[in-house]
């Protein structure tokens, strides 16, 4: 059964799916579509043309869906579109595309956004991912599955994050960080491979240890590393990992973060 507090504000036009809860002085606009068993806490806001999956739990105080911190939005319609199972703590900011830049925000499933964190406009999630306290991202940020950003970390606009990376707390990132590796500092440099990370999400021993090869050839060998990277591909371009980071590398914009 549907539950609202009488204090709490549903703009006519806004859709809750069966079985969600609404909290006392909760904030829903009216383009917004709260899908089925979801839980939203007192003061929490909700607003603009945002769609939010099933089973999302929405805390006091957080701001998802609030018009987008760059001066290019001029009040166009644009978009956010969250998953499903994601934890969404107090005084999280999640904020939808800019028009001139594509328009959409875009978070998978079961992530954590723990408290004071920020989701800048245009940024591109996947899931099962943890954002600790006062992690920020900017503007156009991709991030991978599996990933964990630490507290305080921040991240630059357009830079990619790969999947299982794991950023440590307080760093500065400014490049793509690879997959399946772990960063720290100001400015981010590449440490070693994230394999704490790796064994906690199910990768074998034979599969870490391959990763472990590879990392050490891309980022600790001498040489060319298009030459590096083609070697890589004709030994170990089996092996989904292996070929999941030569892809990232590949298809890098910014740089990658010094190893």
């Not at 805390?59 to 998953?83: H, M, Y």
């Not at 599969?207 to 030994?235: D, S, Y």
Request: aromatic share 6%; charged share 20%; hydrophobic share 40%.
């Amino acid at each position: 059964m549907t539950l609202i507090h009488r204090t709490a504000i549903i703009e006519p036009g806004a859709e809750i799916g069966e079985g969600t809860r609404i909290g006392a002085y909760a904030v829903i606009g009216p383009k917004v579509r709260l899908g089925r068993d979801c839980v939203v806490g007192p003061h929490a806001v909700i607003e603009g043309r945002t769609e939010i999956g099933d089973r999302n739990q929405v805390f006091q105080f957080a701001s998802v869906g609030a018009p987008p911190q760059d001066l290019k939005w001029k009040g166009e319609e644009t978009r956010l579109v969250i998953g499903h199972d994601n934890i969404i703590r107090e005084y999280v900011t999640i904020q939808p595309g800019v028009g001139v830049s594509g328009g959409l925000t875009e978070i998978g499933d079961g992530n954590l956004f723990m408290a004071c964190s920020h989701i800048a406009h245009d940024c591109r999630i996947g899931s099962h991912s943890q954002f600790a306290n006062a992690a920020t991202l900017a503007g156009h940020v991709e991030v991978g599955d599996h990933v964990h950003v630490s507290g305080l970390a921040g991240v630059h606009q357009f830079t990619r994050i790969g999947a299982h990376a794991f950023v440590a707390a307080g760093a500065m990132v400014a490049q793509d960080v690879p997959p399946f590796c772990l960063v720290q500092g100001d400015r981010a440099r590449l440490v070693s491979l994230n394999e704490v990370g790796l064994r906690r999400h199910g990768f074998t021993e034979p599969e870490v240890m391959a990763l472990r090869r590879v990392f050490r050839m891309l980022f600790r060998g001498t040489g060319e590393k298009a030459e590096r990277m083609a070697r890589i591909r004709h030994e170990h371009g089996g092996d989904k990992g292996v070929a999941e980071m030569l892809d990232f590398l590949s298809e890098t914009k910014r740089g990658l973060v010094a190893a």
